[in-house]
């Protein structure tokens, strides 16, 4: 019988695979990092934010614990941003976000105000946004929502957003969980689809029938 043998070099194949993963991996959470950086310099008032600062972190999570406040972390990746009740405001620097594997954000409970965030589409990757509990305002363009075929939840109560409810919440196919309450919105209640959708609707200035798919 022929005995196998392993080849002295395949441990060292092996080694330096894993090594070559977590430089990469280093190399991700850096550049993570940064964007993070970037994004800090747009709001005020983030105090409770001093420990993102340089020299950067290697690592943005060690396996599901944060490495810097407000990470969301799973599995050892960086997920998300939960961002809530620190007295934040100044602006949503959407652009500074775009490189990251962002799935959650949240900026529920502070005190952003100003229009809906520009460019909030691009996070083509979100599944949950949470901007609950600020002062936005304005009205929210229809199309702010166009392509986000992620987005499971959405969160907009108790702001001060004004006109019509975007149409382009219709084009979400996950969305599961819409709160719009304690706004300004008016008008009729676009013909939400989507099974299983959870939606509060109230304190605002909508009038008209409510469509079929929410009667339940």
């Given at each position: 019988?022929?005995?196998?043998?392993?080849?002295?070099?395949s441990g060292l194949l092996i080694l330096c695979l894993l090594s070559a993963f977590l430089v990469s991996a280093s190399s991700d959470d850096t550049a993570y990092a940064n964007s993070l950086l970037k994004f800090k310099q747009s709001l005020?008032?983030?105090?409770?934010?001093?420990?993102?600062?340089?020299?950067?972190?290697?690592?943005?999570?060690?396996?599901?614990?944060?490495?810097?406040?407000?990470?969301?972390?799973?599995?050892?990746?960086?997920?998300?941003?939960?961002?809530e009740g620190?007295?934040?405001?100044?602006?949503i620097d959407v652009d500074s976000l775009l490189d990251l594997p962002l799935f959650s954000l949240s900026v529920m409970n502070n005190n952003f105000s100003g229009p809906f965030p520009s460019y909030m589409n691009k996070l083509g990757k979100?599944?949950?946004?949470y901007?609950?509990?600020?002062?936005?305002?304005g009205e929210i363009p229809d199309g702010a929502f166009s392509g986000m075929k992620a987005?499971?939840?959405?969160?907009?109560?108790?702001?001060?957003?004004?006109?019509?409810?975007?149409?382009?919440?219709?084009?979400l196919p996950r969305l599961v969980d819409l709160q719009l309450q304690d706004n300004q919105f008016e008008g009729?209640?676009?013909?939400?689809?989507?099974?299983?959708?959870?939606?509060?609707?109230?304190?605002?200035?909508?009038?008209?029938?409510?469509?079929?798919?929410?009667?339940?």
């Open positions: 019988m022929i005995m196998a043998t392993s080849s002295p070099y005020i008032n983030a105090t409770m934010l001093d420990d993102w600062k340089e020299p950067v972190v290697d690592k943005l999570c060690s396996w599901n614990k944060p490495n810097w406040t407000g990470c969301l972390c799973w599995n050892g990746s960086f997920i998300g941003l939960r961002l620190m007295g934040l405001a100044g602006k979100l599944r949950s946004l901007l609950a509990n600020n002062g936005f305002s987005i499971k939840k959405v969160a907009l109560g108790n702001n001060k957003f004004t006109g019509k409810i975007p149409v382009s919440l219709m084009e009729r209640i676009p013909d939400f689809w989507q099974k299983s959708l959870s939606v509060n609707f109230s304190y605002n200035k909508l009038e008209g029938a409510i469509p079929v798919a929410l009667s339940t």
